[in-house]
T-cell receptor, first 105, second 117 residues
Framework: GIQVEQSPPDLILQEGANSTLRCNFS?????LQWFHQNPWGQLINLFY???GTKQNGRLSATTVATERYSLLYISSSQTTDSGVYFC???????FGTGTRLKVLA | DVKVTQSSRYLVKRTGEKVFLECVQD?????MFWYRQDPGLGLRLIYF???????EKGDIPEGYSVSREKKERFSLILESASTNQTSMYLC????????????????FGPGTRLTVT
């Protein structure tokens, strides 16, 4: 089946720093989504982005479907950005194992 | 706003008990999903349903069954709970367009943390 790899697995940043999270798929995907899981376990939708680029405030995402990867950019990070970031794709929504982000004040 | 609710946030059951986890969505979504989440393993799909009374196995269906009698409700059943089913269970729903290859965003409930002792 399709494999989803996320990198880096862990990331520690100082508040105000920028970061890029990556999601690679082993095969083509027909939909792709980024989520943020907060400390209480709730998964929050960030982007539905099967292709192209989208921006929402300090966050933006780019998917290059032909090369089977997606990137999530976080600019001017804040402590509230801490948590785990997941990407997921295909009609069964196969998830990566996540990037655990900690932003230090 | 889409709302997905789960019957319990925390649940403690004994080994061998039959356990029902309920999920309800209020947006008339065709697709509904059950995942479990364990440390280091991410989210793994147990079952999903693309219509009433329709279901497909995910990656880890063993030890679980599901029921979808109404469009808005999707139940996960542990016929005989075991300690290795202690986990966080997450329900999700999404809209389906034409065929199973084209979907919209997936929305998650708050999760049920199940402990089997």
């Amino acid at each position: 089946g399709i494999q989803v790899e996320q990198s880096p697995p862990d990331l520690i940043l100082q508040e105000g720093a920028n970061s890029t999270l990556r999601c690679n798929f082993s095969d083509s995907v027909n939909n792709l989504q980024w989520f943020h899981q907060n400390p209480w376990g709730q998964l929050i939708n960030l982007f539905y982005i099967p292709s192209g680029t989208k921006q929402n405030g300090r966050l933006s995402a780019t998917t290059v479907a032909t090369e089977r990867y997606s990137l999530l950019y976080i600019s001017s990070s804040q402590t509230t950005d801490s948590g785990v970031y997941f990407c997921a794709g295909t009609y069964k929504y196969i998830f990566g194992t996540g990037t655990r982000l900690k932003v230090l004040a | 706003d889409v709302k997905v609710t789960q019957s319990s946030r925390y649940l403690v059951k004994r080994t061998g008990e039959k356990v029902f986890l309920e999920c309800v969505q209020d947006m008339d979504h065709e697709n509904m999903f059950w995942y479990r989440q364990d440390p280091g393993l991410g989210l793994r799909l147990i079952y999903f349903s693309y219509d009433v009374k329709m279901k497909e196995k995910g990656d880890i269906p063993e030890g679980y069954s599901v029921s979808r009698e109404k469009k808005e409700r999707f139940s996960l059943i542990l016929e005989s709970a075991s300690t290795n089913q202690t986990s966080m269970y997450l329900c999700a729903s999404s809209l389906l367009t034409s065929g199973r290859a084209i979907l919209y965003e997936q929305y998650f409930g708050p999760g049920t943390r199940l402990t089997v002792t």
